[in-house]
T-cell receptor, first 116, second 113 residues
């Protein structure tokens, strides 16, 4: 297994366009998380899934943002009508459920979004 | 109120010296976990070390150790014998009860040759 992967790695889009990012977690991990990281800040939690169920959403996740994990494997994060304030690194992470030996979340390389 | 506080925005350390990165946290949940992640300029978040709130001993992973002082709500990262490759952003983070992780603002560590 090669770890968490994200696609694309970089995305430049014009304001008002829609964008979609994909995350493929580590195969045996049933939890998947999305975070956003702006320059000079730590990652901020957006949402997470256990299998296909979206269990928590941050207030940061406005109604322009939607995330799905239809089959409990890969996940997509869509941003509609992008704004310049959406420019950030979008990080995906996955983990085993609590109670297992592995407690950490494994992060992907991120998708850097630039809205012009 | 900030849940995770990292008071050192930047640090410069001579190669081979030990370095301590400060982290304090705030929670009323008796069950929580504390993490340190490293983020090099490439952008990936690399897990370094974990400390559970009920763990009796300080966590260690190779050159990394976590100085856990529960009463002071402190979880400092100690890197022994620093190397040039240790230059990166370091984030302290906490998981309370549930599963999301809350990150601090980070400390940028520069190792000088």
């Amino acid at each position: 297994d090669t770890g968490v992967s994200q696609d694309p790695r970089h995305k430049i889009t014009k304001r008002g366009q829609n964008v979609t990012f994909r995350c493929d977690p580590i195969s045996e991990h049933n939890r998947l998380y999305w975070y956003r990281q702006t320059l000079g800040q730590g990652p901020e939690f957006l949402t997470y899934f256990q299998n296909e169920a979206q269990l928590e959403k941050s207030r940061l996740l406005s109604d322009r943002f939607s995330a799905e994990r239809p089959k409990g494997s890969f996940s997509t994060l869509e941003i509609q009508r992008t704004e310049q304030g959406d420019s950030a690194m979008y990080l995906c992470a996955s983990s085993l459920p609590p109670g297992t030996l592995s407690r950490e979340q494994y992060f992907g390389p991120g998708t850097r979004l630039t809205v012009t | 109120a900030q849940k995770i506080t990292q008071t050192q925005p930047g640090m410069f350390v001579q190669e081979k010296e030990a370095v301590t990165l400060d982290c304090t946290y705030d929670t009323s949940d008796p069950s929580y976990g504390l993490f340190w992640y490293k983020q090099p300029s490439s952008g990936e978040m690399i897990f370094l070390i974990y400390q559970g709130s009920y763990d009796q001993q300080n966590a260690t992973e190779g050159r990394y150790s976590l100085n856990f002082q529960k009463a002071r709500k402190s979880a400092n990262l100690v890197i022994s014998a620093s190397q040039l490759g240790d230059s990166a952003m370091y984030f302290c983070a906490m998981r309370e009860g549930g599963n999301k992780i809350i990150f601090g603002k980070g400390t940028r560590l520069h190792i000088l040759p």
